[in-house]
T-cell receptor
């Protein structure tokens, strides 16, 4: 069966510091991978998605970037965090087409 | 008009009652529809998928899809306090490959 791992679970970082969140999927090949952010009490905001190694699509302009160095690895990064980057970051995967997304457990990021 | 609309709630129902959660969408070509449950502080969990008009039942959950009227609903029978969560409606639009989420409805089941 497929599993998705996301870490760390919680993170507190000062403004201006870098960020690296990692997500890996097991049990499937060539998944579509996604990064979402959810601000407190708000809906899901799609940040990035990838349909293959090295293929990244950005949905919103911001100081975040994503990379997919391996088929089942998706990384979210920032060089300098802003207070507005605080939120709940969710990695998800799907097989594409009409299939649903499956989410990791998320990372709660607080920028102080 | 938002692509996927849900009443944000909270929807409050007594324990044992039927909770009815509704979702309307604008893309008439939408093909696949999903309901997710999100407990406070947790990630969304897929609870129902529905692809064709009609009802689909899974335990206490029933998903209903009406493509002509462009709505999908989720019924929760014999609601329990543990059902208290935010329920997200999502769909794959006509272009395919991407899910669009509604803002979610917060359900509160009171003992």
């Amino acid at each position: 069966s497929q599993t998705i791992h996301q870490w760390p679970a919680t993170l507190v970082q000062p403004v201006g510091s870098p960020l690296s969140l990692e997500c890996t999927v097991e049990g499937t090949s060539n998944p579509n991978l996604y990064w979402y952010r959810q601000a407190a009490g708000r809906g899901l905001q799609l940040l990035f998605y990838s349909v293959g190694i090295g293929q990244i699509s950005s949905e919103v302009p911001q100081n975040l970037s994503a990379s997919r160095p391996q088929d089942r690895q998706f990384i979210l990064s920032s060089k300098k965090l802003l207070l507005s980057d605080s939120g709940f970051y969710l990695c998800a995967w799907s097989t594409g087409g009409n299939s649903p997304l499956h989410f990791g457990n998320g990372t709660r990021l607080t920028v102080t | 008009q938002k692509e996927v609309e849900q009443n944000s709630g909270p929807l409050s129902v007594p324990e044992g009652a039927i909770a009815s959660l509704n979702c309307t969408y604008s893309d008439r070509g939408s093909q696949s529809f999903f309901w997710y449950r999100q407990y406070s502080g947790k990630s969304p969990e897929l609870i129902m998928s529905i692809y064709s008009n009609g009802d689909k039942e899974d335990g206490r959950f029933t998903a209903q899809l009406n493509k002509a009227s462009q709505y999908v609903s989720l019924l929760i029978r014999d609601s329990q306090p543990s059902d208290s969560a935010t329920y997200l409606c999502a769909l794959v639009g006509n272009a395919g490959n991407m899910l669009t989420f509604g803002g979610g409805t917060r359900l509160m089941v009171k003992p």
